[in-house]
């Protein structure tokens, strides 16, 4: 059994998470802002928490984490304002970080997208811009750490019935469901070959288990 803490808990994929790791024997629990989407986070089998990493510094995210296994990434500002997601996807998820290396979880997964990174190719005029620097910035502080990282660079997001399969060689950017990312988190926090790494993936026809290796 491993104590997990998903920040972001109630986003679409976290919400997929949670349900996988409880029923694998787990303890999960789910940070959360909104203390109205406590019903959601117990029915799918995790601990409510209810924080604003958003707001909290180091030391308020450290006290968090403490006696957790491992941290996954799961959280963002949901686009629209810059400075919000600069906020939120880059300092914050920065100060989660460091909060992990202070409070002892090694373990840290961080769920980005898939052209994640410094040559990401988005139009400074575009409303994608913000985010993508964000991730950018916070992939490559990860990257930088002493902690047991693993980047997910899943596809374009859809709502399909999960396959338990994936490209995890994929070059173009094409699609994949939210049930299969999350399936892809559980997987990875159970793989010890998947830490330094970044993966990203497609839909495919690979295994997830034997993609990630």
């Known amino acids: 059994m491993s104590r997990i ?16 790791l409880a ?7 789910s940070l959360i802002r909104n203390p109205e989407h406590v019903p959601d986070i117990a029915q799918s089998g995790a601990t409510p928490q209810i924080a604003d990493v958003e707001s ?12 957790h296994d491992a ?11 810059p400075a919000r997601t600069y ?7 920065i100060r989660a970080m460091e909060a992990a290396l ?10 980005s997208y898939f052209g994640a990174g410094r040559d990401h190719g988005v139009d400074p005029g575009s409303s994608f811009f913000a985010y993508a620097e964000a991730k950018a910035a916070a992939d490559a502080h990860l990257r930088g750490t002493a902690l047991a990282w693993t980047i997910l660079q899943p596809s374009t997001l859809t709502l399909d019935e999960p396959t338990g399969r994936i490209d ?11 049930a299969d990312v999350a399936a892809v988190v559980a997987a990875t926090l159970a793989e010890n070959a998947t830490v330094g790494r970044s993966i990203r993936f497609n839909r495919g026809e690979v295994p997830i288990a034997e993609a990630i290796k």
């Open 5 to 20: 803490l998903i920040v972001g808990g109630h986003g679409k994929v976290a919400l997929l998470l949670a349900p996988l």
């Open 23 to 29: 029923a694998r024997g787990d303890e999960v629990t």
């Open 56 to 67: 909290l510094d180091v030391d308020g995210l450290a006290a968090l984490f403490a006696g």
């Open 71 to 81: 941290i996954v990434w799961s959280a963002g500002a949901g686009g629209g304002d």
């Open 87 to 93: 906020a939120v996807d880059r300092d914050a998820a």
């Open 102 to 111: 202070a409070a002892g979880p090694s373990r840290f997964v961080m769920v």
């Open 168 to 178: 995890a060689h994929a070059v173009e950017s094409r699609s994949v469901s939210r």
